[in-house]
């Protein structure tokens, strides 16, 4: 791994580029799942079939907990992007948490959320 304390400002820029492309795609996902969950798009087509209601009543439910559980995942990914960006505001982005070297560009240009470098996440 580099030497380097921290990435410079120049660098952080392409990843700040990266986590502020995800997250406005993140934050358009959750959106979306969150409609599903509340059901704002619906058209008010759920009674005009009785006789298939009872069917469908089992595979609602547990496609609304399946959503609901999406939604969780979705907020916390939200958030860890978001927090992504105060480590780049506070210099701490790219930093392993646990071991103090600096994550490879490699792993934080796929995970840009990353706390932890490649070594690190394997001792886990």
């Not at 399946?66 to 992007?81: A, D, M």
């Not at 701490?92 to 994550?103: A, D, M």
Request: net charge negative; hydrophobic share 35%; glycine share 4%.
């Amino acid at each position: 791994m580099s030497e380097k304390a921290k990435y410079q400002p120049e660098e952080l820029v392409e990843f700040k580029k990266i986590i502020d492309d995800k997250l406005a795609q993140a934050k358009e996902d959750l959106q979306l799942l969150m409609d599903q969950v509340s059901q704002k798009d619906d058209h008010g087509t759920d009674d005009t079939a009785p006789s298939f209601k009872l069917l469908d009543d089992g595979s609602e439910v547990l496609s609304r907990d399946e959503i609901s559980q999406l939604v969780g995942r979705q907020q916390k990914y939200v958030q860890n992007l978001e927090n992504a960006l105060v480590r780049i505001k506070n210099g701490t982005y790219g930093v392993c948490r646990v071991t103090g070297n600096l994550i490879s560009k490699e792993r934080l240009r796929v995970v840009p959320h990353a706390t932890l470098s490649i070594e690190a996440k394997n001792a886990q």
